[in-house]
């Protein structure tokens, strides 16, 4: 979705020069580049192995370092972001980090395991119980992720704008309805700001 919905915007969005982009796991990599950590952290700083690093972590950087120290880190790299703009953040709490800032939007995009096993197994090329275990993996850490370092619950519907099911809404469907949505509310915020003179 977060694909289709660059190309959404490159289609749509009428204002600046500047290409929206999708950051998903690619964010970890901006972590460690910001903060100036080694690459070799980015296979250990999975949403679910966060915590499990300390003892790695602290060897190499000193007892002030911790997996809170990452997480801080990771929220911090995710603010940037969103200040810059034009930016899809998908995961590592986006919606929490980002609640407050008013031109942010956060979607829930749900669907069966049976349906979103067949999409991860056309696109990453997997049998179907690697598949399953890939999203059942995923999940869960996302789910311990948030409920460790935010104390919240990824099912709770209070922290999204909108929750797109995609059982019933294709990829196609979602993109279009989250940019137009974007779009309306970016438009609305230009146009109430005042003009420079």
Not at 83 to 112: A, C, E, M, P, Y
């Amino acid at each position: 979705i977060g694909k289709k919905l660059v190309d959404y915007f490159r289609e749509n969005d009428p204002v600046g020069s500047t290409a929206w982009t999708v950051f998903d796991r690619n964010l970890v990599g901006r972590v460690l580049k910001e903060h100036n950590l080694p690459n070799w952290l980015a296979k250990e700083m999975t949403e679910d192995r966060v915590s499990e690093i300390k003892e790695t972590m602290r060897a190499l950087f000193g007892s002030s370092f911790s997996a809170q120290t990452l997480v801080k880190m990771t929220g911090e790299t995710i603010l940037w972001l969103a200040h810059l703009g034009k930016v899809i953040l998908v995961g590592r709490g986006s919606n929490i980090v980002t609640r407050n800032l008013q031109d942010g939007f956060h979607v829930r995009v749900i669907g069966s395991l049976e349906k979103r096993s067949a999409q991860v197994q056309d696109y990453y090329q997997l049998g179907r119980e690697q598949a399953r275990l890939l999203i059942e993996r995923e999940d869960g850490g996302r789910k311990r992720y948030l409920k460790a370092n935010f104390g919240k619950s990824i099912d709770d519907p209070l922290l999204y704008h909108l929750i797109i099911n995609t059982d019933t809404i294709t990829y196609e469907e979602a993109a279009k309805m989250i940019g137009r949505i974007v779009l309306e509310r970016l438009n609305g915020a230009r146009r109430e700001k005042p003009e420079k003179h």
